[in-house]
């Protein structure tokens, strides 16, 4: 709350600063503001954006040290013996983080302070510590804006390039928020290919691409039974594929047949009720999705099935695509009807002129028109489907079964990866590394759909734009 507070001074100083250089940009021309290079309001903004700038950077680069300069502080003025096993080696990296842990919590008054003297005189150095360190920053971050703000006010003149400034330093914000972006991925990918390598190095890659039986359980011992676990990938992505195809047969046509009418049949009245209302569904929690199926669509399955004579599964596949089809609607409608939509007037204008009805238009003319972008926006909602995983959870259970049965159990890929990775884990065991096998060879799936559909979508706007 207090770092939210010192945010909320240095945007007053901000809007203070603005104020201030646009009304100096306006008196040092005698009020005649068509003398200055720049618009007043330009001026107002360099005296903003170095009040405010430098002042944040400082911020965040001292809130990302402190707790390692603090932390270095409080462990050297602990005694020797307070770090040091009974045997006399220095304790571990978990002893540690928990010495530090009560230290803090005692600091914070969330415990009761009956530990040993020396524990207790640290977390009184420790808070003494993280007092005056917001004090310094509050006192550093406010002198930073009020001097960034001095030496922006001082350099405006009738000559000042202000908007040329204003502009490339909006554009080095834009380079950073775009390295940012960049990193991430790259931070992302990496750290599942490291992990993934591991992962190979204590299992095969044929068995994990073409095995076809998945029980990542391993024991502890190897004398204990399935102490060597089995990672055939199979049947996790045939479970995908399974559901992710019933989910588009759900969603390709309801979507299409909307987009479609909304487009082109819907008055202007009924369409600004309808759109909303379809893409409402896009906005549901998918484990509200998840409750549906469970408590709703999957128990009528059973039932309808057992009415037929079938063996249908308390949790299925069928069940899971069908709701997973319902929320994935939206996604195709929006797209299709944007994509319909952007088809020239021209061109339906052209075949009425021909003598076509709307119906033989839309077949002949528009549809095809627009395939393209409908093909790229159909492989982005296999993306998404493939990508599901609470409804899955909730409908289709966990059994990784080999299996063309949609009213059976199946899996998939995202849910294993959650079930890896659930609890407290250490990443030194095939079953948790291969949590990121999967990983990688689903972000690969998914970014080559990508990769896919933005190339249908831009073969489109070239031929039609």
């Known amino acids: 709350m207090q770092i939210l507070f010192l945010i909320a ?218 102490s060597s676990g089995a990672f055939g990938a199979v049947p996790l992505f045939a479970g995908t594929m399974m559901i992710a195809m019933i989910a588009m047969t759900v969603a390709v046509p309801i979507g299409l047949l909307a987009a479609i009418y909304m487009a082109e049949y819907a008055p202007r009245n009924v369409r600004t009720v309808v759109k909303p209302l379809l893409e409402i569904l896009a906005g549901i929690p998918t484990v509200v999705y998840g409750f549906f199926a469970a408590l709703t669509v999957a128990p009528l399955i059973r039932e309808t099935g057992g009415l037929l004579g079938l063996s249908v599964s308390s949790e299925s596949a069928l069940a899971a695509g069908l709701v997973m089809g319902i929320m994935i609607i939206p996604f195709v409608s929006s797209l299709s009807d944007d994509v319909i939509t952007a088809v020239p007037q021209s061109m339906r204008e052209g075949s009425y002129g021909l003598g076509a009805t709307r119906s033989e238009t839309i077949k002949r003319v528009i549809f095809p028109a627009a395939l393209p972008g409908i093909v790229g926006g159909v492989l982005l909602a296999v993306s998404r489907a493939i990508g599901e995983t609470m409804i899955v959870v909730m409908a289709a259970g966990l059994a990784a079964n080999l299996t063309a049965n949609p009213l059976e159990a199946v899996t998939t890929v995202t849910v294993q990866i959650v079930t890896l990775l659930v609890g407290d884990q250490e990443f030194d065991s095939a079953k948790t590394l291969a949590a990121f096998a999967l990983g990688l060879l689903l972000f690969t799936v998914t970014l080559v759909l990508n990769v896919i559909a933005l190339h249908v979508v831009r073969k489109y706007r070239e031929q039609y734009e």
């Open 9 to 226: 001074v240095v945007l007053g100083l901000m809007l203070i600063g603005f104020r201030f250089g646009r009304l100096r940009s306006v008196r040092v021309t005698g009020g005649d503001a068509r003398q200055l290079h720049s618009l007043p309001t330009y001026y107002g903004l360099y005296v903003a954006l170095w009040c405010g700038l430098p002042a944040l950077l400082l911020l965040a680069a001292w809130m990302a040290l402190e707790p390692t300069i603090i932390r270095m502080i409080v462990l050297d003025s602990l005694p020797p013996d307070l770090l040091l096993q009974p045997d006399g080696q220095t304790i571990n990296d978990a002893r540690l983080s928990l010495l530090l842990t009560d230290i803090r919590n005692i600091a914070s008054g969330n415990i009761a302070s009956q530990s040993e003297p020396a524990v207790i005189a640290a977390a009184g150095r420790y808070a003494s510590l993280l007092q005056v360190s917001f004090g310094a920053m509050v006192v550093v971050v406010l002198s930073v804006a009020m001097g960034g703000a001095a030496a922006a006010y001082r350099f405006i003149a009738p000559q000042f390039r202000a908007r040329n400034r204003v502009e490339n330093i909006i554009k080095m914000m834009m380079v950073a928020c775009s390295l940012v972006a960049i990193l991430t991925t790259l931070g992302i990918i990496l750290s599942l290919l490291f992990e993934t390598l591991r992962f190979f190095t204590e299992v095969p890659v044929t068995e994990f691409l073409f095995g076809t039986n998945w029980s990542p359980q391993t024991a502890m011992r190897s004398d204990q039974v399935g």
